[in-house]
């Protein structure tokens, strides 16, 4: 299933009003009722005509999802927020969802925003995981939703290894102790070159290199700053491997990195920063750690309310925020 998203304006608050109905009638009865059902094709031209309009999904030229873009700001800054989000029933569990967020990530980037912002209603426990599973995280409940945010993605070229390490050293200035990055990326990616980088920015003890066979190193600051906990979990076998290292005795106290740790290192912290390094290789080429000759991507992808307003490295001068956001959307899938 190829899925399409158009930006779109008041012209279509008939599709957008037919997605929401088809999406919000589907739910269990909730007390109180959804606000999106109390919506009309006149009230949401109104808002398309507003603001900065919504967004569409589309399969095969039928519309199949869609949302409302909201841009607000709070006492806590400015976030775009997602209302009226909906998948038509027979569209789900085929990637609608996920393409309308990827969607709305470049429209809130476009206009300066620090990230995404959905409300999603407490009996519904699957929504939630749904969120938390692209990357939301919750930060706060008022009955009877659950505020949850997304600060954007950012992404930044490393050209050589001394511009890998370079840009871990810029992230390093904004680290603080308890914080949890996730660092994924094809073998021989650049993952220790990255967290070499890390270390001296940090100022901590000790050379460092890839902890395959000791699984786990701890790396003493010398300028009174945190320790750097370096964990490599290409070896184990899932979480209860990872829970028997005892990290989280050292996860308030220390910045812990974790090579391979996609899918597994999420359950340590609620709010973390996931690392992700891409890099060329050619057909015939075997990659190693070694192998600086091909550029490589770094992006950051923050999950939870501690990323937002920090300055990662690759964001664009003039978009970073005054301060932390933090607004409210009516959700739906």
Known sequence: ???????????????????????????????????????????????LAAGP?????YVDGEVVGGLLLDPVTTELGDLMALRRFGVVPGARHHGV?????????????????????????????????FWASNHFAEVGRHAPYVEMVRPLPVSAPAPDADAMQALAGELAGVLRAGDLLVLSGE???????????????????GGITSPTFVIARVHPSLVDGPALV????????????????????????????????????????????????TRAVGADAVPSEEDTDDPRVVEFVPVGARWL?????????????????????????
């Open 1 to 47: 299933m190829t899925v399409e998203t158009r930006r779109v304006g008041p012209e279509a608050a008939a599709d957008l009003y037919a997605v929401v109905r088809a999406a919000f009638e589907g739910r269990p009865p909730l007390d109180p009722p959804a606000d999106a059902l109390a919506e009309t094709p006149e009230t949401l031209e109104a808002a």
């Open 97 to 129: 969802a996920h393409v309308l967020i990827a969607a709305a990530v470049e429209v809130a980037r476009e206009m300066g925003r620090t990230g995404l912002t959905v409300l999603a209603r407490q009996e519904l426990e699957s929504n939630i995981g």
């Open 187 to 205: 073998l021989g990616a650049g993952k220790t070159t990255f967290t070499q980088g890390l270390g001296a920015g940090l100022g901590v003890r």
């Open 230 to 277: 370096h964990v490599d979990a290409y070896r184990l076998g899932g979480l209860d491997e990872l829970d028997d290292l005892d990290l989280d005795t050292s996860l308030d106290e220390a910045v812990t990195v974790v090579e391979w740790g996609a899918g597994m290192a999420e359950a340590l912290a609620d709010e973390r920063l996931h690392v992700r390094i």
């Open 309 to 333: 307003g920090v300055a990662l490295p690759g964001t664009s001068p003039g978009t970073l925020p005054g301060a932390v956001a933090g607004a409210v959307a009516d959700a739906g899938r």
């Open 53 to 57: 309009g919504g967004l569409l999904a």
